[in-house]
């Protein structure tokens, strides 16, 4: 089954081979650790996952939670059962300080090893994933006491956490959210107001649900400025850790997904009895900017959760491929002859090519990201801080978005793999392309990321993002000399050219929104230019090593440079003709 989930040859690859996470072992904050810790938490998550993940995922797709008579949400037993092993293992508090209890694990291998439990069940692994976002966020911003009473027993896997953004009235619009928190004589809170689509809103999995709530303190600026973030247990929490009343915090209603159908999402109304007790976290009218740290570490973790379903999908694919006969060889016209493997047909091959580029190409973009994030936090030179801090700045927005759509599209090639068998609830790779359909969706859409990419990320500091990557991916560039690698490092370096020549076009316009108006095609035709840059990276690694493993890479980057880079060709060239189609289309037409 394991051989199912994830590939942990392709992960020891990208680990060992070409990020080289053991050198980060010579770092203080990593000196405990060596190639035997990591592999132990490697091969521990993936044992946890296959025995206690993957085993119920069809069947909490299939029994979605509901809310009983006594108004509890109602879980099948095994969602418990697998998150208890999960927290019992220690790998909730896996990249957290020694101090908290955790394991002091890089960003890289924490994320790699978080990556099994994507894949095998996405629907029970969001619960501790949104905790440890949450908890993360609690020990940069909150104080001490709130750290002690809430994190403490978040990583202990007893308490879990939300985040609480979206309003019915507001969407994605977070200027317009209308919750409002009051200020106590005692220096707490009193929340009012409704939350929409909350992820693990609620839930009898622990003794405590955390949840992390944007609202707005009366008197406050308007808009996005005056937005505060508060901490607002189910359960109020006494000053010895014992736990006390039920907050003011009500479930309204459970919504139900396409996908993601092992997740609560509710609507929950904070202070129906008169107020529910939060605490701020931080300072008042900063919220935003604390909350975008969850945000961001969340739109890295949907990029990574795309990609494991994407990932998952593309070897079940695989493995149908290669066991199911159907047809004979072109030319060979004898019925009697027997039926060959459906692997054995060219066009099978061909999306099975795809699948591998586009799921090995986005977890290399995400444990890339994740590496960036070991730079920024351990590296001892401020340069090599700063700057891995500036190109996490620029690639998030692609690191969310390309693997979300492509890796999307590598299930709906799996289930084409499949045939009709593909689109029955017999076989798994249904499931897999239903829940990873959310993935454009939550933590900002492809719009959205479009928007922060062109409109923020690459003109900030007079576009020094922008100006860093595209130096990165020229000393890749300049390492690629011999053979083939040459040629795709032109193909790419002219692709470079082309980002740099377009951005400035947009901007040169001097009209923001037709600056603006493409900006999802450009997040598109950027993001296959920084996964082609990729793939030459993996290129590189794997040489001329021998192997059907090193032949994988060598083959799976031909299909990209040939197959996927031209693609970005006729996006760069709508975007340098400055197409107004969708700027001038008449609201009326629709």
């Known amino acids: ?22 050198a980060l072992t010579e770092r203080k904050r990593f000196s405990e650790h060596s190639k ?23 069947k909490a ?19 418990a059962e697998a998150l208890r092993a999960f927290g019992e293992a220690g790998l909730m508090s896996g990249q957290f300080d020694d101090s908290l209890g955790g394991l002091q694990l890089p960003t890289s291998v924490s994320k ?23 908890a993360n966020l609690l020990i940069e911003y909150a104080t001490a006491d709130l750290v002690d009473s809430y994190v403490r027993p978040m990583l202990e896997g007893r308490f879990y956490g939300t985040m609480c953004l979206s309003e019915p009235q507001a969407g994605s619009s977070l200027a317009d959210i209308t919750t409002r928190a009051e200020l106590q004589d005692d220096g707490t809170y009193r929340v009012h107001g409704t939350k929409m689509w909350i992820s693990g809103g609620d839930h009898e999995l622990g003794e405590n649900i955390v949840h992390l709530v944007l609202a707005k303190i009366p008197g406050g600026p308007a808009g996005v400025k005056g937005i505060s973030l508060f901490v607002v247990p189910k359960v109020l929490v006494d000053t010895d850790g014992t ?27 904070f202070g129906e009895k008169g107020g529910a007790v939060g605490y701020l976290v931080g300072e008042q009218h900063k919220g935003l900017a604390y909350m975008f740290k969850m945000m961001n570490e969340a739109r890295i973790g949907v990029g990574l959760g795309a990609t494991a379903l994407g990932y998952t999908g593309y070897l079940h694919s695989v493995d149908y491929a290669t066991q199911r006969t159907q047809g004979r060889p072109l030319g060979h016209k004898d019925p009697t002859t027997a039926q060959i493997p459906l692997v054995e047909h060219v066009d099978v091959r061909r999306m099975l090519l795809a699948q591998k580029a586009y799921v090995e190409g986005g977890l290399a973009l995400g444990l890339y990201c994740s590496h960036l994030v070991d730079e920024q936090t351990t590296s001892e030179d401020e340069t090599v801080r700063t700057n891995a801090g500036v190109l996490l700045d620029v690639l998030t927005p692609i690191a969310k978005s390309w693997p979300s759509q492509w890796c999307l599209e590598a299930n709906s090639l799996a289930i084409q793999v499949h045939g009709g068998y593909g689109y029955t609830r017999d076989y798994n790779v249904e499931q897999f392309y239903r829940d990873n359909r959310l993935n454009p969706i939550h933590e900002g859409t492809h719009g959205i990321q479009g928007l922060d990419l062109l409109g923020r990320k690459v003109v900030a500091d007079n576009g020094a993002g922008l100006a860093l990557l595209v130096s990165t ?22 692709a470079v050219q082309r980002v740099v020549g377009v951005t400035s076009t947009l901007w040169g316009t001097g009209d923001p929104a037709l600056a603006l108006a493409n900006s999802s095609v450009y997040l598109e035709a950027v993001g296959h230019v920084v996964v082609a840059w990729l793939w030459l990276e993996q290129l590189l690694v794997a040489g001329d090593k021998e192997g059907a493993f090193y032949e994988g890479k060598r083959t799976a980057a031909r299909y990209f440079f040939v197959y996927e880079l031209p693609k970005t060709d006729p996006q760069f060239d709508l975007l340098g003709n400055l197409d107004r189609t969708t700027l001038d289309a008449d609201v009326s037409i629709f």
Do not use: C
Request: charged share 20%; proline share 2%; aromatic share 8%.
């Open 1 to 22: 089954m394991s051989g199912l989930v994830l590939s942990r040859r392709d992960l020891d690859f990208l680990l060992y081979e070409w990020l080289d996470v053991l």
């Open 36 to 58: 035997e810790t990591f592999d132990a938490v490697l091969e521990l998550s993936e044992q946890i996952a296959v025995r206690h993940f993957a085993n119920h995922n069809k």
């Open 61 to 79: 797709d299939a029994n979605e939670p509901y809310v009983g008579d006594d108004g509890k949400v109602v879980l099948i037993p095994e969602v």
């Open 112 to 134: 790699a090893s978080l990556l099994w439990f994507q894949a095998a069940n996405t629907g029970t692994a969001t619960y501790p994933f949104l905790t440890m976002a949450n």
């Open 243 to 269: 736990l006390g009343e039920r907050n003011d915090v009500s479930l309204v209603g459970l919504n139900h997904k396409m996908g993601y159908r092992g997740t609560t999402n509710t609507l929950l109304n």
């Open 473 to 494: 991916i020229q000393e890749t560039v300049s390492r690629a000399t011999d053979g083939v690698a040459a040629e795709y490092a032109e193909a790419l370096s002219l």
